[in-house]
C-alpha cells in the first residue's frame, strides 16, 4: 500500500490539525513529505509534532521512515518496463509461466478488494447512476481501452455517455460541454500521463465530479477526485498488469446496471429491438 493510499484510509480517524497535514501531503505529493518537518509543518499551516502525530497515525515509527518509505514509493511509480523486466521472475515454483502470472493475478484482484472501501465503491457507483449528469471516461495510453470497453457497456444502460476522443488538442473543445455535476472516470497509473493531470485540473474549474481509477501509488489526479479506487496493478513482470482494472469496470458496470433496473431493463429491451428491426441488407 501507497502512502497516499495509507493517507486516504487513515483520514477518517484523524485530528482536524492532523487531517491539515493529511491534506498539505495530497496536494504537494511528493515534495512535501520529503521536505524537512519544519518545512512540512509550514506547508500545512500546523506545527511540528501535528507532523510527527501524522506520521505516526500512518504507523511510521518516525519521520525517517516514513521518508524512506516515500523514496521507495517514488521509484517504482517511475519504474520503466525495460527496468521491471531486469528484476522479474518468470516461472512459479512448479515452472510453469501461465502459473505464475494467474497467481500474481489473483493476488492483485484480492489486494484490489481490500484496498477498495465498499463505501468508495458505491459511492462511485451512486455518481455513475444519475443520469441527470453526462457520463465521461478517458484513460491513459494503456489505460484508455479500458475506459472504452466501460463506456461502451455504461452508454447501453444510461443516457448522455461519451468519451473523450484521442486527440489532446481536441480536449479543450470537449470541456465546453461539460458542466457542474457531470460525471468523469478518470483512469491513470503509473507512469502518470501530464496531459490527464493538466485535464483534471480543468475538470475541476468546471466543478465536475471526477471518479479515478488508479493504481496503488495513486495518480496525481486523487487530488482533484471526488472518489479514488486505487487497484493492484505490479505483476512482478516487464509491464504492468490490467486485470484488477478490468475487473474493477465490470463490477462497476454491473452495479449501475442494477441500481436501476427499470431504467437500464427499459434501454437494453429498446436497443435488442433496434437490432432485431434493422432492414436487412441489400
Same mark, same amino acid.
Given at each position: 500500500?501507497?502512502? =497516499?493510499?495509507?493517507?486516504?484510509?487513515?483520514?477518517?480517524?484523524?485530528? #482536524?490539525?492532523?487531517? =491539515?497535514?493529511?491534506?498539505?501531503?495530497?496536494?504537494?505529493?511528493?515534495?512535501?513529505?520529503?521536505?524537512?518537518?519544519?518545512?512540512?509543518?509550514?506547508?500545512?499551516?500546523?506545527?511540528?509534532?501535528?507532523?510527527?502525530?501524522?506520521?505516526s497515525r500512518l504507523g511510521y515509527s518516525g519521520y525517517p521512515e516514513f521518508q524512506r518509505a516515500l523514496r521507495t514509493e517514488i521509484q517504482a511509480e517511475l519504474l520503466s518496463p525495460l527496468e521491471k523486466g531486469e528484476t522479474s521472475s518468470a516461472r512459479s515454483a512448479d515452472g510453469s509461466a501461465l502459473g505464475a502470472y494467474f497467481a500474481r493475478a489473483e493476488a492483485n484482484l484480492a489486494a484490489t478488494l481490500g484496498a477498495?472501501?465498499? %463505501?468508495?465503491?458505491?459511492?462511485?457507483?451512486?455518481?455513475?447512476?444519475?443520469?441527470?449528469?453526462?457520463?465521461?471516461?478517458?484513460?491513459?495510453?494503456?489505460?484508455?481501452?479500458?475506459?472504452?470497453?466501460?463506456? *461502451?457497456?455504461?452508454? $447501453?444502460?444510461?443516457?448522455?455517455?461519451?468519451?473523450?476522443?484521442?486527440?489532446?488538442?481536441? @480536449?479543450?473543445?470537449?470541456?465546453?460541454?461539460?458542466?457542474?455535476?457531470?460525471?468523469?472516470?478518470?483512469?491513470?497509473?503509473?507512469?502518470?500521463?501530464?496531459?490527464?493531470?493538466?485535464?483534471?485540473?480543468?475538470?475541476?474549474?468546471?466543478? *465536475?465530479?471526477?471518479?479515478? $481509477?488508479? #493504481?496503488? @501509488?495513486?495518480?496525481?489526479?486523487?487530488?482533484?477526485? =471526488?472518489?479514488?479506487?486505487?487497484?493492484?496493478?505490479? *505483476?512482478?513482470?516487464?509491464?504492468?498488469? %490490467?486485470? *484488477?482494472?478490468?475487473?474493477?469496470?465490470?463490477? $462497476?458496470?454491473?452495479?449501475?446496471?442494477?441500481?436501476?433496473? #427499470?431504467?437500464?431493463?427499459?434501454?437494453?429491451?429498446?436497443?435488442?429491438? $433496434?437490432? @432485431?428491426? =434493422?432492414?436487412?441488407?441489400?
Amino acid at each position: 500500500m501507497g502512502t =497516499k493510499e495509507q493517507v486516504h484510509e487513515a483520514l477518517g480517524h484523524m485530528t #482536524d490539525a492532523e487531517r =491539515k497535514v493529511a491534506h498539505a501531503f495530497l496536494a504537494n505529493y511528493p515534495s512535501s513529505g520529503l521536505s524537512t518537518v519544519a518545512e512540512f509543518a509550514d506547508r500545512a499551516g500546523t506545527s511540528a509534532p501535528t507532523v510527527l502525530r501524522f506520521v505516526s497515525r500512518l504507523g511510521y515509527s518516525g519521520y525517517p521512515e516514513f521518508q524512506r518509505a516515500l523514496r521507495t514509493e517514488i521509484q517504482a511509480e517511475l519504474l520503466s518496463p525495460l527496468e521491471k523486466g531486469e528484476t522479474s521472475s518468470a516461472r512459479s515454483a512448479d515452472g510453469s509461466a501461465l502459473g505464475a502470472y494467474f497467481a500474481r493475478a489473483e493476488a492483485n484482484l484480492a489486494a484490489t478488494l481490500g484496498a477498495i472501501p465498499e %463505501s468508495e465503491f458505491e459511492a462511485a457507483c451512486l455518481l455513475l447512476s444519475d443520469h441527470k449528469a453526462a457520463c465521461y471516461l478517458l484513460g491513459g495510453r494503456f489505460s484508455d481501452a479500458v475506459a472504452r470497453y466501460m463506456a *461502451a457497456h455504461l452508454r $447501453i444502460v444510461r443516457p448522455n455517455v461519451r468519451r473523450f476522443q484521442d486527440q489532446t488538442s481536441t @480536449w479543450d473543445d470537449q470541456l465546453l460541454d461539460i458542466r457542474a455535476g457531470d460525471v468523469v472516470v478518470l483512469f491513470d497509473i503509473r507512469r502518470y500521463q501530464r496531459d490527464l493531470v493538466h485535464l483534471s485540473e480543468l475538470l475541476g474549474e468546471r466543478r *465536475a465530479r471526477i471518479v479515478l $481509477i488508479t #493504481d496503488s @501509488w495513486l495518480s496525481p489526479i486523487s487530488r482533484y477526485a =471526488k472518489v479514488v479506487l486505487p487497484c493492484a496493478i505490479d *505483476a512482478g513482470r516487464t509491464w504492468d498488469s %490490467s486485470v *484488477a482494472l478490468i475487473a474493477l469496470a465490470e463490477a $462497476i458496470i454491473d452495479r449501475v446496471t442494477h441500481r436501476n433496473w #427499470d431504467a437500464s431493463r427499459s434501454r437494453i429491451q429498446a436497443l435488442e429491438h $433496434i437490432h @432485431w428491426n =434493422k432492414p436487412a441488407a441489400g
